[in-house]
């Protein structure tokens, strides 16, 4: 595989803009992928500046080390989660950084590599696992997972409306035999929907692989504590943007991003502010950037994305 043909970057140009690379410092790619944000934000960063690329992939991080080898020592590849990312950064001696970029989801790599079992399209194994040293893999949710929490996290990661029908399927299916495949998988959800719903533009399984991955991966799991320890990060100016692929994943991003411009918890009745909370960042994008039409053509992977992203402030001054 070429460099630079693991992972197409999304929405560049705004994140660049958000994250203003070329103010120097310390930086961070906390979902580093193929390198390609990381890329762009090193090329527009002063020569002292640094970036450290974090992720659990071992693919991603040899691909990401060969298209930023030229870079030499500004930058350092971390293996790891980003839900650590204050730990991983101290064991380097890093305590504060000038900017974050947290693209979540799977990457366009991880759906075209097959073999992986992440998606409905290609047969392979069930594994959905980002890290392939992780003990939890598809396999073990779709066949051991009861068929209650099955039908819960269908609805809850997935939004899908006929999760409790899919879940029976799949739990009278698995007392014959293992489910072993993802296209197995995949036509097992297809027959459990009511025929007049099976006819959607894409395949129906969606909705469920989506909710397996981020099940296997822990997705959702600590998210917000995960933002919250990035903005602690964050020097003053310093400014985090989030892309994001689903309502759940976004929803979790504006709330939080909220409550750092408007930490106030004070009853709304009451007259002046007592709780004595202060701003410590201000949001930068009022509403979500989405691709340009003509990028999302170009790459359907940036039909649903959404980014946001805040500037730190200083709380005892509120400047930034």
């Known amino acids: 595989m070429e460099a630079g043909t693991y992972h197409v970057p999304i929405m560049v140009s705004e994140v660049l803009a958000l994250l203003e690379p070329q103010r120097g410092g310390v930086f961070v790619d906390g979902t580093l992928g193929g390198g390609g944000h990381a890329e762009a ?7 002292s500046g640094r970036l450290f690329g974090i992720d659990r992939d071992d693919d991603a991080l040899r691909e990401a080390g060969a298209r930023l080898n030229r870079f030499g020592d500004r930058f350092t590849a971390v ?56 003990p939890l893999s598809a396999r073990t949710v779709v066949n051991e997972w009861p ?7 269908f609805f809850a990661y997935g939004e899908e409306k006929f999760s409790g029908l899919i879940a029976r399927r799949i739990a009278e299916r698995r007392e014959q035999r ?23 533009p894409q395949h129906p399984a969606r909705r469920c692989f989506q909710a397996i991955r981020i099940a296997v991966n822990g997705e959702l799991d600590g998210l917000e504590d995960a933002i919250r320890s990035a903005h602690d990060l964050l020097n003053p100016g310093g400014r985090l943007a989030i892309i994001t692929f689903h309502s759940l994943e976004d929803r979790i991003v504006k709330n939080v991003f909220r409550t750092f411009e ?8 009451a007259p002046v502010c007592i709780c004595g909370k202060k701003p410590t ?10 691709a340009s039409d003509r990028e999302q ?24």
Request: charged content about 25%.
């Open 41 to 47: 934000v090193l090329s527009a960063m002063p020569p």
């Open 79 to 134: 293996k790891g989660n980003f839900f650590d990312m204050k730990r991983l950064l101290a064991e380097r001696g890093v305590f504060a950084v000038d900017g974050i970029l947290l693209d979540l989801g799977v990457s366009s790599h991880q759906l075209d590599e097959g073999s992986r079992g992440f998606s409905y399209k290609a047969e392979a194994p069930l594994d959905m696992r980002m890290d392939q040293s992780a």
């Open 147 to 153: 068929e209650a929490e099955l039908k819960r996290i």
């Open 178 to 200: 293992p489910i072993e495949t993802t296209t197995e998988l995949a036509e097992l959800i297809r027959g459990a929907i009511p025929a007049k719903y099976r006819n959607e």
């Open 262 to 269: 408007n930490p106030c918890t004070c009853p709304k009745s």
């Open 281 to 290: 960042a201000k949001v930068l994008t009022r509403h979500p950037l989405v």
């Open 297 to 320: 053509q170009e790459n359907s992977r940036a039909t649903s994305a959404k980014l946001r992203a805040i500037v730190r402030m200083d709380p005892q001054t509120g400047s930034y």
